[in-house]
T-cell receptor, first 112, second 111 residues
Framework: DTEVTQTPKHLVMGMTNKKSLKCEQHMGHRAMYWYKQKAKKPPELMFVYSYEKLSINESVPSRFSPECPNSSLLNLHLHALQPEDSALYLC???????????FGSGTRLTVV | RKEVEQDPGPFNVPEGATVAFNCTYSNSASQSFFWYRQDCRKEPKLLMSVYSSGNEDGRFTAQLNRASQYISLLIRDSKLSDSATYLCVVNIGSNDYKLSFGAGTTVTVRA
């Protein structure tokens, strides 16, 4: 299994909703990441988990809350988002430091 | 100065042509370098890592110039399927978990 699986693929949510994005990998990778990508822009790092511990938070607003229940799963909990948070949210994983990432196909989020 | 800078293009080339473009990075301590390919509305996919000695994968050749702090990608014998945005990716300083993406170079191969 060489994939990173993200669900859902599309999500529309209101500004008062609470939702979660899910990411799963079974490659034995010990680092997992959340990126945000707006149209025609490069991906921007949000969070890094290394060995199930949060190691990098790029000053992301608290309405985004990451969670790593185990080495294969990564969640992103969403609450009280703004329309400008609409974007493609990408999960990625890597085996070790210095390795390239494998990306999931992303969740396309629209906040209304 | 941005951490990673790329010529946005677009590079519009005929099938069979050779196209090459560069990416500069600002942090001299960077150690990991990659080229990713991203198709419209899809996720980035790792094209190749870039090694100090340069490396080749089929029609694709990547080079690293540490002295001038740039990496390059050359595509030979371009195919229509090579049309994509190519993202230059570099680790930030000593933290290999933190990769910075360039804004991408758009390549369009025409028949």
């Amino acid at each position: 299994d060489t994939e990173v699986t993200q669900t859902p693929k599309h999500l529309v949510m209101g500004m008062t909703n609470k939702k979660s994005l899910k990411c799963e990998q079974h490659m034995g990778h010990r680092a997992m990441y959340w990126y945000k990508q707006k149209a025609k822009k490069p991906p921007e790092l949000m969070f890094v988990y290394s060995y199930e511990k949060l190691s990098i938070n790029e000053s992301v607003p608290s309405r985004f809350s990451p969670e790593c229940p185990n080495s294969s799963l990564l969640n992103l909990h969403l609450h009280a988002l703004q329309p400008e948070d609409s974007a493609l949210y990408l999960c990625a994983s890597s085996h070790a430091q210095g390795d390239g990432y494998t990306f999931g196909s992303g969740t396309r989020l629209t906040v209304v | 100065r941005k951490e990673v800078e790329q010529d946005p293009g677009p590079f519009n080339v005929p099938e069979g042509a050779t196209v090459a473009f560069n990416c500069t990075y600002s942090n001299s301590a960077s150690q990991s370098f990659f080229w990713y390919r991203q198709d419209c509305r899809k996720e980035p996919k790792l094209l190749m890592s870039v090694y100090s000695s340069g490396n080749e994968d089929g029609r694709f050749t990547a080079q690293l110039n540490r002295a001038s702090q740039y990496i390059s990608l050359l595509i030979r014998d371009s195919k229509l399927s090579d049309s994509a945005t190519y993202l230059c990716v570099v680790n930030i300083g000593s933290n290999d978990y933190k990769l910075s993406f360039g804004a991408g170079t758009t390549v369009t191969v025409r028949a």
